[in-house]
């Protein structure tokens, strides 16, 4: 179940047409820790989110992805917050004609 999509991006960018990453977060608890992790991984490049029950998607362009990055992630060191991820490679795809 889709709870929302929250887009980000700077001005002046432009789309990027190639291949995507997209990388799965399982997130406990929940709240706050999404809101959180959005942001941090909005500084790392990430173009846009997909928030689910249980996490949420991130979206960065393939040519700026580095998993090492997300060592980066403060979040992600919490021992509180439980945060599990894994990527896979996508194709772009024009959401708005898909829709």
């Not at 887009?7 to 809101?35: C, E, N, W």
């Not at 992805?65 to 795809?93: F, T």
């Amino acid at each position: 179940m889709e709870m929302g999509i929250s887009r980000t991006m700077s001005s002046g960018a432009s789309f990027y047409h190639g291949m995507y990453i997209s990388v799965d977060f399982k997130i406990s608890p929940l709240q706050p820790a999404a809101d959180i992790l959005i942001a941090e991984l909005s500084e790392l490049g990430f173009e846009s989110f997909l928030e689910s029950e249980d996490g949420l998607q991130a979206f960065i362009p393939e040519s700026e992805w580095d998993e090492g990055r997300l060592r980066q992630v403060h979040i992600l060191q919490q021992q509180e917050v439980k945060i599990r991820y894994h990527w896979s490679r996508i194709a772009h795809q024009n959401w708005n004609a898909a829709w």
